[in-house]
């Protein structure tokens, strides 16, 4: 176990660094210019002080020089400051991640509950075979969940939560009036349904197909057998064994939450981690791309590397040797 | 597919081959017992023949613009699914646009479906150095959220529709072919590839020959799943200006186009957006049968 660990921790820190240098070149190919960009937004375009700029911001040395100056300043804690609006990217990127952590658990933990109650709705039903109508219903409810578009689900409730019915406020995560606990509440309703669709669809099947696979067993049939209520084999007995990989499942969901948090801030307005790269993106605002990069890289390494540890706690007929 | 273990791959699909009236027989029944499937196919159809014919379909030009007659709700007489903000008629723009949407999901799609295939196929089987090394490309690109990735790339290779599909491409295929990989890699253990390599066949012969087609159940389902997310993905990237540029439009483009006017006129939003979410829906149920019905899951297990 600790062998695999460590193994594993290895490849990891290989994999971070091996994204960070290919993002790193990858930005460094892109046309435009992050300083010219910067300078055009405050209508100034004096070749001398561009120079200046580019030598203040190290961006006039050989490629791997600025690579490895930046890998140095990393070690140190130091992830720079952005071009474009010159605060400390740390800074930056901590709200952001705040901003859009906030958001992805709320997501999560809305998936999670959902898609348990949808999957074992959707597992009953079909073990019943009584509401041949509701079956239908339940399978396709997930399927529905996973495949509508992000964007469209958001502007969807937007128009229907915000415009037509004026219960929540459409985009953003704070009124400017009275922010506070209660208001991020509000204004996090709509985005976390709209980041939760896609895991809750997708939760929603792992668990049906799990329960329906647990109630085959034979010591379903034993409880049954006993004489034991419905109820009680189902939630005592069934649900419980079909946790298992639904638990399992949360993990990977992490990942796809934050590829969705891309177009769900865009949508609301959210000042999250998917935000602020991709104004970054577009503005080629360096710093901010690369200290994201190695934060997304690493919370997204750590997900995985959890879930795979996860699984050796949860099922100990996994083994990771060698 | 796990019981042609005992025979030769090649003998196990004379066998399939036979089974085929049978089988084709097992489709009618389960379209039978899940009519929405066929309801789906019908309105794929439908969508589909109408982007293929859309000059001939289309109503109007869908870039012409009339401004006297912007923002007119849908159901007037000239424009029956209304107009947007520089009065364009909106169905004329959802039957161009689909030829657009389309497109951007069934070609990624089935790029990330040969790259998995072929070079999963490649890595799982011949080993060694090549498959670390690429597997250590797969690590990389799979570290980073794919709609991330994407973006970066569209950036960097400047915004366009065949730029945005490039880019769902790269970020996408990996995953498949680490997929592929996976399978390959168990079959290559499996007596049928030992008893073929007695019989001298050449390394090209048992991998495309033998051992491909036990993994085309999977790729075929990988395929019909992955449509919806390539459609996704690249309406995502065309939501977020780094698609297809005007005056070109695809559904993600008029669904970004209508969002200043939420309020006002929010069919201009509504509209394209529906017709995504069901086209995406269909190839979803479509996806789902073919799932059911070629059960890659034994292999994977």
């Known amino acids: 176990m600790r062998t695999f660990v460590l193994r594993r921790l290895f490849i990891t820190i290989g994999v971070v660094f091996g994204t960070t240098l290919l993002v790193f070149f990858l930005t460094r190919v892109m046309p435009g210019d992050p300083i010219k960009t910067m300078l055009a937004s405050a209508q100034v375009a004096d070749p001398a002080l561009v120079e200046e700029y580019r030598h203040a911001y190290g961006l006039d040395q050989p490629l791997p020089v600025q690579y490895l100056r930046w890998l140095w300043n990393v070690m140190h804690g130091n992830l720079g400051r952005s071009i474009q609006s010159s605060q400390q990217v740390t800074a930056a990127l901590g709200r952001a991640f705040q901003a859009t952590s906030i958001l992805a658990l709320g997501g999560m933990l809305t998936a999670v509950l959902a898609g348990i109650v949808m999957g074992a709705l959707g597992a009953f039903v ?55 606990a209660g208001d991020l509440l509000w204004h996090l309703v709509l985005p976390t349904l709209t980041m939760a669709a896609a895991s809750a669809g997708a939760t929603a ?16 049939r034993t409880a049954h057998a006993k004489g034991l209520h419905e109820r009680m084999v189902l939630f005592q007995h069934a649900l419980r064994n079909a946790l298992i990989p639904v638990v399992t499942n949360t993990g990977i969901m992490f990942g796809s939450m934050l590829s969705g948090a891309v177009l769900v801030e865009s949508v609301f307005a959210w000042p999250g981690l998917g935000k602020l790269m991709v104004d970054a993106i577009l503005r080629r605002d360096y710093p901010i791309i690369e200290g994201g990069t190695l934060l997304i890289a690493l919370i997204y390494v750590a997900a995985n590397l959890l879930v795979d540890v996860s699984y050796a706690f949860i099922d100990p007929r996994i083994r990771y040797g060698r | 597919m796990a019981g042609d273990a005992s025979v030769s791959g090649r003998a196990a699909r004379g066998v399939l081959r036979s089974e085929r009236g049978a089988s084709s027989n097992r489709v009618v029944v389960y379209l039978g017992e899940n009519p929405l499937v066929i309801v789906a196919i019908v309105f794929l159809l439908i969508v589909v023949v109408a982007a293929v014919s859309a000059p001939w379909v289309a109503p109007r030009d869908p870039a012409k613009m009339v401004p006297v007659d912007r923002l007119r709700p849908p159901g007037t ?15 004329s723009r959802v039957i161009w646009g689909g030829r657009i949407s389309l497109l951007a999901g069934v070609v990624p799609a089935l790029a990330a479906t040969v790259i998995g295939v072929i070079i999963g196929l490649v890595s799982g089987y011949v080993g060694g150095r090549l498959d670390s090394l690429l597997m250590g490309l797969v690590d990389v690109v799979l570290a980073f959220p794919f709609m991330l990735l994407a973006i970066a790339l569209v950036a960097a290779l400047g915004p366009s529709l065949e730029n945005a599909m490039l880019a769902v491409i790269i970020s996408t295929a990996p995953a498949r072919v680490r997929l592929i990989r996976g399978v390959t890699l168990s079959l290559s253990t499996m007596p049928f590839v030992d008893a073929a390599r007695a019989l001298g066949y050449g390394p090209l012969r048992i991998l495309f020959v033998e051992i491909m087609p036990n993994v085309l159940a999977l790729a075929v389902t990988m395929f019909s799943i992955d449509i919806t997310i390539m459609i996704t993905a690249t309406a995502g990237l065309s939501f977020l200006g780094l698609g297809v540029q005007p005056p070109q439009a695809d559904w993600g483009t008029m669904i970004a186009d209508g969002k200043q006017f939420l309020s006002v006129a929010p069919h201009i939003t509504i509209i394209p957006s529906l017709v995504l979410t069901l086209v995406c829906l269909s190839f979803g149920v479509i996806g789902d049968a073919v799932q059911d019905l070629l059960n890659p899951r034994a292999l994977l297990e």
Do not use: W
């Open chain 1, 126 to 180: 079909a073990v019943g075979r009584r509401h041949p109508i509701l079956a239908q219903v339940t399978g396709l409810a997930p399927l529905i969940l996973t495949t509508i578009p992000p964007f469209s689900l958001g502007l969807f409730l937007i128009i229907l939560l915000a415009v037509k019915v004026r219960l929540f406020p459409p985009v953003g995560m704070y009124s400017v009036r009275n922010p506070g």
């Open chain 1, 205 to 220: 099947r792992v668990a049906r197909s799990a329960l329906l696979e647990v109630l085959r067993e034979d010591y379903i």
């Open chain 2, 77 to 91: 007489r000239e424009y029956l699914l209304g107009t947007d903000s520089f009065g364009r008629d909106l169905l």
